[in-house]
């Protein structure tokens, strides 16, 4: 099946630093990829929406100068956490999609962040 | 806004027992519903969906039914193995055309020999 590659697995850094999210398709072209955010005993949470070449689209209540996102190719996908601090710790997960509409959303293995 | 709810776990049951798990949604539209799977160790892997009212998604012994109108897409196994542990994790399309997810919290399934 379509495979989705996020890397780190997880990171662990000192408060006020920068944080990069790769997020990869390996195997297909990916129209639009998502970036959700998990607390503990919590739901996944939708962060934002993005299109290959296009701003992303944020949900409410996220701030996008801080969880800045690059979709720059079909295959690639990029969360920053900037100046993160420890409220910004949390499991974070990508997902790909091919196309639009109902076509299924394909998961990375998820990246935990723990800001000290 | 737009919001899933399932029933919390874990829950346990011994291996060949009846499955269900409860999922209900809200919505001001027509979202597309699914259920998806975390295995132990595993990232999240799309189980079964349906996208329209009375649609039934099915995928490797489980089933789900789309009822608009209880607002329900309940999660079924007839028989289940020690191998169907895992986290399910029910969910909707967001509002709006969009296609981003609405997830449940989750169900962590511990299915005994």
């Known amino acids: 099946g379509a495979v989705v590659s996020q890397h780190p697995s997880r990171v662990i850094c000192k408060s006020g630093t920068s944080v990069k999210i790769e997020c990869r398709s390996l195997d297909f072209q990916a129209t639009t990829m998502f970036w959700y955010r998990q607390f503990p005993k919590k739901s996944l949470m939708l962060m934002a929406t993005s299109n290959e070449g296009s701003k992303a689209t944020y949900e409410q209540g996220v701030e996008k100068d801080k969880f800045l996102i690059n979709h720059a190719s079909l295959t690639l996908s990029t969360l920053t956490v900037t100046s993160a601090h420890p409220e910004d710790s949390s499991f974070y997960i990508c997902?790909?999609?091919?196309?639009?509409?109902?076509?299924?959303?394909?998961f990375g293995d998820g990246t935990r962040l723990s800001i000290l | 806004g737009d919001s899933v709810t399932q029933m919390e776990g874990p829950v346990t049951l011994s291996e060949e027992a009846f499955l269900t798990i409860n999922c209900t949604y809200t919505a001001t539209g027509y979202p597309s519903l699914f259920w998806y799977v975390q295995y132990p160790g595993e990232g999240l892997q799309l189980l079964l969906k349906?996208?329209?009212?009375?649609d039934k998604g099915s995928n490797k012994g489980f089933e789900a039914t789309y009822r608009k109108e209880t607002t329900s897409f309940h999660l079924e196994k007839g028989s289940v193995q020690v191998s169907d542990s895992a986290v399910y994790f029910c969910a909707q399309t967001t509002g709006g055309g969009a296609d981003g997810l609405t997830f449940g919290k989750g169900t962590h399934l511990i299915i005994q020999p």
């Open positions: 997902s790909a999609q091919r196309g639009f509409g109902n076509q299924p959303q394909h």
């Open positions: 349906a996208t329209k009212a009375d």
